[in-house]
């Protein structure tokens, strides 16, 4: 399988950290491709729990080239901090490996993210405050400082003097905030540097040479489908592209160089920051499924919306990111309700939608249908194989593949790497 795409099926935090763990065991390579530090992945082995938002999740493995890509972006503050916390855990970083094509998220992005959300009031997006928007839309407008530039330093200082002079009129006049100095910024990322710059490297070729000669190599993606700045629930949504075909923009390489697409949903649904969720429950349900899948954010430590499964969704994503297989995961946190609920399609307006409706206005509006199922009740955290769950848990898996159409290719029943079903 020399390439393949992992993709989180929903609004993120599918678990993907967990699945790329595992199968980055068998990679030559991890490739980021779109996202900065907004993203965080969990991964547990034996008695530590890695919390990672910038370094991609192979890097427990000492073999495996860690590849930050050229659509992603780098906040060169934060990256140095994960990678002094794993070299203390004696993890190295020797393999981590960054593209001067990255964008660089700098100290102005952030306040601009903060404030920006703030003048939104109500209607904000409830973004992760890490400068994503306003980094990559400094990328779309073409004013936006990339790792290359941080290895000239006089490239950088001009950059750095003549963003300023237009950032600082919008934060003074706009925000009302304290203009910021570029001395600073230039002491500051002067030390970044020199810690950084031999991490750093042309990896759109490194990963084609790898392709070339047959290495594994996997594409890791960060938020989720439904995230997507194109196909996501706008303008709730990331400023990048994280479905599958971002991977080949992001990381620098050509569709036909891709073998497989796998898809992380998680066995009911969540999402953080606003924005439509239509299976979302604000009860009892979503509580209980909140508590015991210790459903708050990575990043930001904000507690997660929850709901039930959504078939709707998952078709969505199967769709866009063109899936051949799927991991299902978290299926123990369900282990405890009397009754599960998928939903198989949306109503409104006296129309049924099968499919991810085609304006949002719609899907603000949306109804779940639901289908109910019995519950297993039973502790399944120690299965290793499809015949050690009960009955009512195999039911909810086959109906799910049943309305995706899409085989399961691991079931995850823990957050431990050995609570894992692979098929
Ligand atoms: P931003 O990416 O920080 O601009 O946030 C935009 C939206 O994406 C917000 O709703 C965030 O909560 C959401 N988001 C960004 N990164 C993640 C993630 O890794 N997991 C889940 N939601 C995310």
Not at 53 to 69: F, L, V
Not at 190 to 201: A, G, M, N, W
Not at 229 to 253: E, I, M, N, R
Request: with cysteine.
């Amino acid at each position: 399988m020399p390439g393949t795409i992992l993709i989180g099926t929903q609004w993120g935090d599918e678990g993907k950290g967990k699945i790329c763990d595992l199968l980055a065991g068998d990679m030559d390579m991890v490739v980021r491709f779109q996202g900065g530090d907004n993203a965080g992945h969990t991964v547990e082995v034996g008695n530590t729990t890695l919390k990672l938002h910038h370094i991609p999740s192979g890097i427990m493995y000492p073999k495996t080239i860690c590849i930050i890509g050229d659509g992603m972006l780098l906040n060169p503050e934060v990256l140095i901090g994960e990678m002094t916390y794993l070299e203390s855990l004696k993890i190295s970083t020797d393999n981590l490996i960054i593209s001067s094509n990255a964008h660089l998220i700098m100290p102005y992005h952030i306040i601009l993210d903060r404030e920006g959300e703030m003048r939104l009031g109500s209607a904000k997006i409830g973004t992760t405050k890490k400068g994503i928007g306003p980094a990559y839309a400094d990328k779309a407008k073409r004013i936006g400082i990339r790792v290359q530039d941080l290895l000239d330093e006089k490239i950088f200082e001009k950059k750095v003097v003549t963003s300023l002079e237009e950032k600082n009129e919008i934060l003074t006049k706009i925000y009302n905030v304290e203009p910021m100095e570029a001395n600073e910024i230039l002491t500051e990322y002067r030390e970044y540097t020199l810690r950084l710059k031999s991490h750093i490297r042309n990896t759109s070729l490194m990963i084609n040479e790898g392709l070339e000669r047959g290495d594994n190599i996997l594409f890791e993606g960060a938020q989720g489908t439904l995230l997507d700045l194109d196909h996501g629930t706008y303008p709730f949504v990331t400023s990048s592209s994280t479905v599958a075909g971002g991977a080949c923009g992001g990381a620098g390489v050509g569709p036909l160089k891709i073998d497989h697409v796998y898809g992380v949903a998680k066995a009911y649904v969540t999402r953080v920051g606003s924005g439509p969720f239509p299976t979302e429950d604000t009860g009892d349900i979503g509580d209980a499924m909140r508590d015991i899948g210790v459903e708050y954010g990575t990043t930001t430590g904000r507690p997660r919306r929850c709901g039930w499964f959504d078939a709707v969704l998952l078709r969505y994503a199967i769709r866009l990111n063109g899936l051949d297989g799927l991991a299902l995961t978290k299926l123990d946190v369900l282990s405890q309700f009397d009754t599960i609920k998928i939903c198989t399609q949306y109503r409104h307006g006296g129309e049924t939608y099968e499919e991810f409706p085609p304006h949002q206005s719609i899907f603000h509006k949306v109804e779940p249908v639901y289908e109910e199922m019995p519950g297993w009740k039973a502790d399944i955290s120690g299965a290793t194989k499809l015949e050690d769950l009960p009955k009512a848990c195999r039911d909810y898996i086959d109906r799910i593949k049943e309305l995706g159409k899409v085989p399961f290719k691991v079931i995850s029943v823990g957050s431990e790497r050995d609570q894992t079903i692979i098929l």
